[in-house]
Structure formats: C-alpha cells, structure tokens
C-alpha cells in the first residue's frame, strides 16, 4: 500500500501579538492552531497545544516586546512543546526581536543579548527564524539556522508615495541608520540627509548638526525602533531649525516606552507612520499611524510552506 506524504501547516500565536497573529492566519486561510497559555501559581510559565502536530510545519507567531522575559521565555516552551510533539519544524516568527540592541561589546564586560538569545532559541529547538528590521543585520550572523530578516521599507515606501509629497528628502536620524534610510530614499527616488548626534547615555541623544540640504523640503525621518521618541523629536526640532518645510516621521518597531507618546504628540511631526510588530497601545496621538505587516509575514510564511524564494518581498 502506498504512503501518502501531505504537509500540514500550523500557525500558533503566544500571547505578546495575537491580533497580529490572526491577521497572519487570515491572510493564509487557516484558524489559528489552538494552545493554551496559562500561569501555575508560582507564576511559571503553562504551555499545552491543543493540536497534534506531528509531522506538520509549525509558525510560532511571538514578538519579544515588553515583557520581554515572559514574552521570550513563553515562545521558548512553545518551541519545545512542538519539538517534543514530533512537529516536522518549528519557525520562530518574531516581529520583533528583543534584545537585539546589545549586539557588541561597546565596552569591557559588556554581555552580547542578541546572541544569547539567539543561543536560547536554537538551544529550545527552533528550525528557522523569521524576523523583520533587526537592529543589526549581522545578528543573522549569530544563528546557525535559516533567519530571514524581513523589510517593512516597501510597505512604508508605498505609504508615502501614495502621499505624493513634493520635493522629500530622507532623513537618518543618526550615523548607524544610514543604510536604512538609504533604502527608503532609494525607493523614493529622493535625496538623502543624516543628524549627526551623539548619545552621552542610552535613551539620551543630542544633535550637532544636520548634513545635507533639506531647506523648504519634506523631511521623512526613518529608523528602525521608536523607544522614547528623544531622537525623532530632537531630529524633528534641528530639521525645521534648518528650515525643512515639513517633518513626517517613521520606524517599524512602535515600542514607545514613556514618555515617548507625550513627546510625539507635542513634536513639530506631522505624521509618525509605524508597524504592528509591536501590540500598538490605545489612546495614540493623532498624528500617530499604525500599517500591519500581517500580508508581509503571511506571504512569507506561505512561500516558506511551499518551498518558493522568499527574496521577491525585498523587492
């Protein structure tokens, strides 16, 4: 009698995003897989999947955002419940990768999180990564697994073109982010301009100056995580100083740790685009805007599935 070989997907969510989650599955066509997520009272951690998934192919949606240890440590046990589950594999989809800021030793006995946690995952079990906009790319470097590190330049690239702002100039908010916001005036087809800055502590910048034209322009400033908002606002303040008509802003991870929304609220921005990576709270400013990179992953996820190149959502 012949052996029938059928591949079965599975999309779990843990609990850091599961709106994202659904939007994922909903793109694919499938109900999320059920797990149940629970706390003993010691406050352990309580994983059980409630699907066999032997044999199948298993997507675990988790971003590591705040709190970032029981975000980590939930996605941790998931992996290993579906390893022991005899799941044919088992991808880790994190929108957001947390710890990913400490990804060198800037200084003597300084850890490298990134690649703990990266450690951590493939230790648990994990086959495969699926991320977007890592801090550092290099931090693909540190697994020895397939990572695919996913863009949102295209979704926020076709944002503001549909915008159809006139004479823009892409902004990098400091000198590390320059390729980022290079990609994003690539796409533009607009010219490029840095903040030179330098950061006497973390979560504390200060501008020097701006180079570049941006006088009577449309200043799109871009990076890659919105934490406190010190840096777009001071950005946004030198680039109207030097006389950018307008400053819109944007970024894929919306962490906004306090007191970011009162200072985006208060800044001379007039629109902050970010993504859904990140469970965006309620009670946002009106000049905040949320895209959802749900067909991004979902597209990736099914490429994935059927074995297709992955390359053309860079494009």
Do not use: W
């Amino acid at each position: 009698m012949a052996i029938s070989v059928e591949k079965h997907l599975h999309i779990f969510s843990g609990s850091a995003n599961p709106g994202l989650a659904r939007e994922i599955a909903a793109y694919l066509g499938l109900p999320l897989s059920e797990v149940v997520l629970g706390r003993f009272r010691d406050g352990e951690i309580s994983v059980r999947i409630q699907k066999s998934v032997r044999g199948a192919e298993v997507f675990l949606v988790q971003p590591t955002c705040a709190p970032h240890n029981d975000n980590l440590m939930e996605l941790l046990i998931m992996i290993d419940a579906c390893k022991r589950a005899s799941a044919r594999s088992v991808a880790a989809v994190i929108p957001y990768y947390g710890y990913a800021r400490q990804d060198r030793k800037a200084a003597p006995r300084d850890p490298i999180t990134a690649k703990l946690v990266a450690n951590l995952l493939t230790a648990a079990g994990a086959d495969r990564v699926l991320t977007m906009d890592l801090h550092a790319p290099q931090i693909q470097g540190f697994f020895d697994i397939p990572v695919d590190n996913l863009t949102a330049m295209p979704l926020l690239a076709n944002y503001f073109q549909q915008k159809q702002l006139q004479d823009v100039v892409v902004v990098s908010p400091d000198a590390g982010g320059v390729a980022r916001a290079r990609q994003l005036s690539q796409r533009l087809q607009a010219p490029l301009a840095i903040v030179d800055k330098r950061r006497p502590m973390p979560n504390v910048s200060e501008v020097m100056h701006i180079i570049g034209d941006v006088q009577g322009k449309t200043a799109i400033l871009v990076d890659d995580i919105i934490d406190t908002g010190g840096t777009l606002t001071e950005a946004a303040q030198a680039l109207v100083k030097e006389g950018a008509k307008e400053v819109y802003a944007c970024g894929t991870h919306a962490v906004f740790s306090p007191p970011c929304l009162e200072r985006l609220a208060k800044a001379p921005i007039k629109e902050v685009v970010v993504t859904n990576t990140i469970p965006v709270r309620e009670g946002l400013p009106p000049n905040v805007r949320v895209l959802s990179v749900a067909p991004v992953f979902g597209e990736a996820i099914r490429r994935i599935f059927h074995d297709e190149s992955v390359s053309v959502l860079f494009d």
